[in-house]
């Protein structure tokens, strides 16, 4: 296998696509646009051009960041491409996060367990997770 690492934003069609095969909802293309290119940091995985892979962090860049659309392709999922994803947003984590910043994720199980390999941990009870759908 061999897949090339870019810090470039996916078109829109590209990246829904991954998501929905992924598993993940599909987003409206104009929205996606928009929400692409106000990414913090965007990691892509190609495989002969194909997007085969992807992770982004969101938020203000100074106190907050929210790390979002961590998907592989399923014939792609075991080869280790997920902490691939992880260890790349981790790395621009530890050179561009002040030490008071707050990072956070919405897990989806079973990726939970890749996400306490890289130091998350679940907020509940004293905090948690809470989404509103439009």
Do not use: W
Request: aromatic share 10%; hydrophobic share 35%.
């Amino acid at each position: 296998m061999n897949i090339d690492i870019s810090y470039e934003i996916p078109n829109a069609e590209e990246y829904n696509n991954l998501r929905i095969i992924s598993g993940l909802s599909p987003k409206d293309e104009a929205a996606s646009e928009i929400g692409l290119k106000n990414s913090i940091f965007m990691i892509s995985l190609r495989d002969s051009g194909k997007l085969i892979g992807m992770g982004r962090i969101i938020g203000d860049g100074g106190c907050f960041y929210h790390i979002v659309d961590i998907a592989v392709a399923p014939s792609y999922q075991g080869n280790g491409l997920g902490n691939l994803i992880m260890s790349e947003i981790t790395k621009y984590l530890d050179d561009h996060a002040s030490k008071d910043s707050y990072v956070s994720l919405i897990a989806d199980v079973p990726a939970d367990r890749l996400y306490k390999k890289f130091g998350f941990d679940y907020s509940a009870p004293k905090s948690v997770g809470m989404a509103k759908r439009y």
